[in-house]
């Protein structure tokens, strides 16, 4: 399985590339900086230096070329200004979907955050601006005749993975580690589990495959 990953360098997206080189899969990681490329190689996965924020859909979808699936784990990242919520946070992850819709890539698996909904739509705080800038990139993707599936993780943690995790459309706010949010993608892409659902993501007690085959 061929599986194009926007956002390559992030913390979660090195641990799935290295989950899927090592299940035989085939990453490949979009990244923007090319000084990032050995940490990608260490991964297993292959590099493909390429700017989000300036790139055409057609640039994006010769990377998409013959991908079984595509990943959004691509972020503007803690201290970014509003403007690149929107550019990197919302514009990348259509981008991407338009991407795939063009390259013909069936499968699309975006990483969100929880409760990017409950926005405040008159707030200029930057964080309800970034969860503005998912609600609606989330919103796009749903409307695409694409294979989609929507996570939207709580906070992110670099703990060791417990392979246990909550899920469900809404579930009370809590903590995740980056690793099991890597382990829940690998999972859906490798079962196909969670097709056109989206569902919000933290640490609980049931094994991650028997969490996402409960997801209706």
Same mark, same amino acid.
């Given at each position: 399985?061929?599986?194009?990953?926007?956002?390559?360098?992030?913390?979660?997206?090195?641990? =799935?590339?290295?989950?899927?080189?090592? +299940?035989?899969?085939?990453?490949?990681?979009?990244?923007?900086?090319?000084?990032?490329?050995?940490?990608?190689? +260490?991964?297993?996965?292959?590099?493909?230096?390429? @700017? &989000?924020?300036?790139?055409?859909?057609?640039?994006?979808?010769?990377?998409?070329?013959?991908? /079984?699936?595509?990943? *959004?784990?691509?972020?503007?990242?803690?201290?970014?200004?509003?403007?690149?919520?929107?550019?990197?946070?919302?514009? !990348?992850?259509?981008?991407?979907?338009?991407?795939?819709?063009?390259?013909?890539?069936?499968?699309?698996?975006?990483?969100? +955050?929880?409760?990017?909904?409950?926005?405040?739509?008159?707030?200029? @705080?930057? *964080?309800? &601006?970034?969860?503005?800038?998912?609600?609606?990139?989330?919103?796009?993707?749903?409307?695409?005749?694409?294979?989609?599936?929507?996570?939207?993780?709580?906070? &992110?943690?670099?703990?060791?993975?417990?392979?246990?995790?909550?899920?469900? !459309?809404?579930?009370?706010?809590?903590?995740?580690?980056?690793? /099991?949010?890597?382990?829940?993608?690998?999972? =859906?892409?490798?079962?196909? !589990?969670?097709?056109?659902?989206? *569902?919000?993501?933290?640490?609980?007690?049931?094994?991650?495959?028997?969490? =996402?085959? !409960? =997801?209706?």
């Amino acid at each position: 399985m061929r599986v194009v990953i926007a956002g390559g360098h992030g913390k979660i997206a090195l641990i =799935l590339e290295r989950l899927l080189a090592e +299940a035989g899969h085939e990453p490949v990681a979009i990244i923007r900086n090319p000084d990032h490329r050995a940490d990608v190689d +260490a991964t297993g996965a292959a590099a493909v230096v390429l @700017d &989000l924020e300036e790139a055409s859909v057609d640039e994006v979808g010769q990377v998409l070329k013959n991908a /079984d699936a595509a990943v *959004f784990a691509a972020g503007a990242g803690p201290g970014s200004s509003a403007e690149r919520k929107f550019t990197v946070d919302r514009d !990348a992850a259509i981008l991407l979907a338009d991407a795939a819709e063009a390259a013909g890539v069936p499968r699309l698996v975006v990483v969100s +955050a929880i409760a990017t909904d409950r926005f405040d739509p008159d707030s200029d @705080d930057i *964080f309800q &601006l970034y969860l503005r800038a998912k609600s609606e990139a989330d919103a796009s993707v749903r409307s695409r005749d694409l294979d989609w599936t929507i996570v939207r993780p709580g906070g &992110l943690t670099n703990e060791p993975g417990t392979g246990r995790v909550r899920a469900g !459309a809404s579930v009370p706010r809590g903590p995740i580690p980056r690793a /099991d949010v890597a382990a829940t993608i690998a999972a =859906l892409l490798e079962t196909g !589990a969670a097709s056109r659902t989206q *569902f919000e993501l933290v640490s609980g007690d049931h094994p991650i495959d028997e969490a =996402l085959a !409960a =997801l209706v």
